[in-house]
């Protein structure tokens, strides 16, 4: 598997972390090419949770190196507090993590642009997880962005920081002189945190061209999911950078030809947090059983998730834009002890991305539901005969095959076809 992606199908939180850190157990290097703390991947090593934002989720298997690519916007104080977490659990991380110097920087006054543009929408906000991720990309696109090979030179790191602290102060009128004095303060914790990342930043493009030249196991890890992407998501609903596996040549510096296998990753159903539309969304009983048995919550902020059944419909198109090898299904469990479940096959009214997801009129079949748990189940073949349809349903829907199916938090509850 030398050059393996592993993306997310739907909205984001599709369990990307865990088929990744089960992946990672062959891995030498697992690498992030866009997004950055809005991202919030959860592992459960032990009894322990970890959740991780920024740091590709290889970071928990002792030895692999971890890559942030040159897509990504970092954020530095939470970078350090990642790795605090991360170090907390007795893992080693030193000369692990590589920060590309090309990456940008996300700064208090971004996140202070997040929360503000945020409050300001009102009733049209996109619900952002307020980690400044837009405006860091904002800055980015302008061409006023703080690189984080930036940091390495503290005066030009200054000039570039004072310049966004004097745009708060000169362009919006209603910030108030304790804002910006608590944006002053943050400023300061922001220059002690990159002087502490300082060690870390690399020339990560030609470290994966070593890396990949060597024959090296690679996983290149996705954040949020590909209808968060910003072109071809459910805009302005979405994130601010692009998901799709078409990302990860820019993202990371590596050509198209150089990636081997791509995995897509969904849930047994849908899931999102935040505004937009959801065609599948269920406001009853059975979005209640998915948002409690899935414990469907925000990794990053703790928000309750939206749940709907599974969209076939999205999902081909997941499959075709990302090119998808074959599919991660997570959640499975989350299934259990519904009488039934549906699928939506297709819109009465269009096809994405030409319909208008706010009319869009799904079409579901009804299968029917299996009685126990397939929690404890490790061969495909021990499954209930109904969660067998079930898998076998989305595969003929996604003409692709189904060859890993997680079926419980733990690491090894895992049912691999591979
Ligand atoms: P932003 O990325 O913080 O700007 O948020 C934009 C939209 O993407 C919001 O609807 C967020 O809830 C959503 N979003 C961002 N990151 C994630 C993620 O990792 N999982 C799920 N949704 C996300």
Not at 41 to 68: A, D, F, M, S
Request: glycine residues 10%; neutral net charge; aromatic residues 8%.
């Amino acid at each position: 598997m030398p050059v393996t992606a592993v993306l997310g199908g739907q909205w984001g939180d599709e369990g990307k972390g865990k088929i990744i850190d089960y992946l990672s157990g062959e891995a030498d290097v697992v690498a992030r090419f866009q997004g950055g703390s809005n991202a919030g991947h959860t592992i459960l090593v032990g009894n322990k949770e970890i959740i991780l934002h920024q740091i590709p989720t290889g970071i928990l298997r002792e030895g692999i190196i971890c890559i942030l690519g040159n897509g990504m916007v970092i954020d530095p104080i939470n970078l350090l507090r990642e790795i605090n977490d991360v170090e907390s659990t007795g893992v080693n991380t030193d000369g692990r993590i590589f920060l590309s110097l090309n990456a940008h920087a996300v700064t208090p006054v971004h996140k202070f642009l997040d929360a503000y543009n945020e409050k300001k929408a009102g009733e049209k906000a996109i619900g952002t997880t307020r980690r400044g991720i837009g405006p860091a990309y904002t800055d980015k696109i302008r061409r006023t962005g703080i690189r984080i090979r930036d940091i390495e030179n503290s005066s030009l790191l200054r000039e570039k920081m004072q310049a966004q602290l004097d745009a708060v102060a000169t362009f919006i009128e209603d910030v108030t002189d304790e804002e910006i004095n608590s944006l002053k303060n943050e400023v300061k914790e922001f220059y002690r945190a990159c002087e502490k990342v300082k060690k870390y930043i690399a020339d990560t493009f030609n470290l994966i061209h070593e890396y990949i030249g060597e024959g090296k196991n690679i996983i290149l890890e996705g954040a949020q999911g590909t209808l968060l992407d910003i072109d071809h998501g459910t805009y302005p609903y979405v994130t601010s950078s692009n998901t799709i596996s078409g990302n990860i040549c820019c993202g990371l510096g590596i050509p198209p030809g150089k990636i081997d296998k791509i995995i897509g990753v969904f849930k047994a159903y849908n899931t999102r947090v935040g505004a937009g539309p959801f065609p599948t969304e269920q406001r009853n009983r059975y979005g209640e059983h998915l948002q409690q048995r899935g414990y469907e919550f925000g990794a990053t902020t703790r928000r309750k998730r939206r749940c709907g059944w599974f969209d076939a419909e999205l999902a081909r198109f997941a499959v075709k834009i990302n090119g998808f090898d074959y599919i991660a299904l997570t959640k499975f469990d989350v299934l259990d002890g519904l009488e039934e479940i549906k699928i939506c096959t297709h819109y009465k009214n269009g096809r994405y991305p030409d319909v208008d997801l706010d009319v869009a009129e799904p079409v579901y079949e009804t299968l029917p539901g299996w009685k126990g748990s397939v929690r404890d189940i490790r061969n495909f073949s021990d499954l209930p005969e109904e969660a067998i349809k079930f898998i076998r349903k989305i595969e003929d829907l996604l003409s692709t095959p189904i060859k890993i199916i997680s079926t419980g938090k733990e690491r090894n509850q895992i049912i691999s076809m591979e």
